[in-house]
């Protein structure tokens, strides 16, 4: 069923990629977020076409008893929807460390992760981008639970 949705989504990617609008060559600044994973990622975008582009995300997460950094990077294909609407949808993974500590017991570990993403996002006439996005984890080792984990992202970025 994974595999059947991802094949239709990127037949529905190649079918609108004409439409595609130019997108910055480079946009950095915040995604925040909250759920299992990540609380605030660095992000960074870089253009490698009209209509496709790499993101890469630096997070930390503090809570819980728990401190934790991952590094993500997607590869995104974008499409417009309307004047500065767009919307994009990609794949990707990364990998992370986690420490917990309380009471005298602490443990550590590493993982990595596959993940996918979707979302809208607002191009201003000013050099400033927001998106909203939704990001499922799938992950090896020890920090997720049941393997998976997702984060629904709130993004401000400055295009440069």
Not at 28 to 41: M, W
Not at 85 to 96: I, S
């Amino acid at each position: 069923m994974k595999k059947l949705f991802f094949a239709s989504l990127l037949a529905i990617g190649f079918a609108v990629s004409g439409q595609a609008q130019k997108i910055s060559e480079n946009a950095l600044g915040l995604r925040i977020g909250d759920n299992d994973g990540f609380g605030s990622e660095i992000s960074y975008q870089r253009a490698l076409g009209k209509s496709n582009r790499l993101e890469a995300d630096l997070g930390w997460r503090t809570r819980d008893r728990v401190s934790a950094i991952k590094l993500a990077g997607l590869y995104q294909w974008v499409w417009n929807i309307d004047g500065g609407f767009n919307w994009y949808a990609g794949a990707g993974g990364g990998l992370g460390s986690w420490r917990y500590s309380h009471d005298g017991v602490s443990d550590s570990g590493s993982f990595f992760f596959v993940a996918g993403d979707i979302g809208i996002e607002y191009d201003f006439d000013a050099p400033v981008m927001i998106s909203l996005d939704f990001r499922p984890e799938f992950g090896g080792g020890d920090y997720y639970k049941d393997h998976y984990g997702s984060d629904i992202g709130l993004s401000v970025r400055y295009q440069f």
